[in-house]
């Protein structure tokens, strides 16, 4: 088979992929339709989830023609496995703050990934939880980096599932005011940022919240991330709850979606060349999403003309 035939079948089948995908999602978000039972499933269900389970959502770069670099939104759904403190020891033996914690496991991956707004994501992301059973897996996480797009999107789909502010995201913007204000890596900065990442560990983020007000952080010459700090941590305290989340096994970072940047995204849209056509990017988004949730035997076959 020559490339181009390859390419032509290949865009063709990813088309068929979305306009699918798109017709689903905007099914499932309907409002309660008459003589509809409340136990219908407007998704068809592919592994449900019906034990711990976690979605997480983020965003990645691709380069579209005529637009620049524009963000695909990303929506993660994985299934949550708890083991003992035991089993993280012998699986990790370099000392961490984690050496007591039971060890949290996230698999059975599954993704949506396309270039939408907030609003279009949020359609996207709730038909992947129905697929996925979400609707009835318990208990339900949501690690993200605190974004309140994210925030208010999952809110909306899954008020029940416990939000979490990624722990490497927390830890980041720490590190960032103290090297900012006591110089990059200086002994001052290690000191400060190591006894407020030991508090926010404990769930004193109240205490962090209090100490970042404290300081001189609104000059203009700073970053932005400096100096919106104070907010962002006062806001997401509910979600900074580490040492409940924690006791109960809830996972604490975003690893699974901030890699499926890379493995799903990356990794074919971002290639060298010119860059993709809009709907191009799409199709191609709604294959990988597919073939990376180890769906695509069932995606091609829905795609075949039916027999008679």
């Known amino acids: 088979m020559s490339a181009e035939s390859l390419r032509r079948i290949t865009e063709g089948w ?3 992929v979305e306009v699918r995908r798109q017709a689903e ?4 978000s309907l409002p309660g339709q008459r003589d509809e039972s409340p136990r219908a499933r407007r998704v068809p269900e592919s592994r449900p989830l019906t034990g711990a389970a976690n979605l997480s959502t983020d965003g990645a770069m691709v380069l579209v023609r005529e637009e620049g670099w524009k963000e695909v939104k990303l929506v993660a759904v994985s299934a949550v496995t708890v083991k003992t403190a035991g ?4 699986q990790t033996p ?25 609003d279009q994501m949020a359609l996207y992301q709730y038909a992947e939880g129905l697929r996925r059973g979400l609707d009835q897996a318990a208990p339900l996480s949501s690690v993200n980096d605190g974004a309140r797009w994210i925030e208010r999107i999952t809110s909306l789909n899954f008020a029940q599932a416990t939000q979490v502010v990624d722990w490497s995201h927390a830890s980041q913007r ?16 290690r000191t400060w940022a190591n006894a407020q990442l030991d508090r926010l560990w404990q769930g004193e983020s109240v205490g962090v919240t209090q100490t970042l007000a404290a300081l001189d952080l609104d ?5 932005a991330e400096v100096r919106e700090a104070p907010g962002y941590f006062e806001h997401n305290q509910p979600r900074m709850r580490y040492v409940a989340f924690r006791a109960d096994g809830v996972p604490i970072g975003s690893g699974t979606v901030e890699s499926a940047a890379n493995t ?10 010119r860059g993709w056509a809009r709907a191009h990017a799409q199709a191609m988004l709604a294959g990988v999403s597919e073939l990376h949730s180890s769906r695509f035997p069932e995606a091609w076959q829905m795609t075949l003309p039916k027999r008679h």
Not at 25 to 28: F, G, N, S, W
Not at 174 to 189: E, F, R
Not at 264 to 273: A, F, K, L, Q, T
């Open 14 to 16: 990813g088309h068929q």
């Open 25 to 28: 999602a905007e099914r499932a």
């Open 87 to 90: 089993e993280r020891a012998i």
């Open 94 to 118: 370099r000392p961490s703050r984690r050496a007591e914690d039971p060890l949290v496991e996230l698999s059975d991956h599954s993704y949506q990934a396309g270039l939408w707004d907030a």
């Open 174 to 189: 720490l590190w960032l005011v103290a090297n900012t204000v006591w110089g990059d890596q200086s002994p001052a900065a």
């Open 219 to 223: 000059r203009p010459a700073w970053p």
């Open 264 to 273: 799903v995204v990356h990794h074919r849209m971002r290639r060298p060349g």
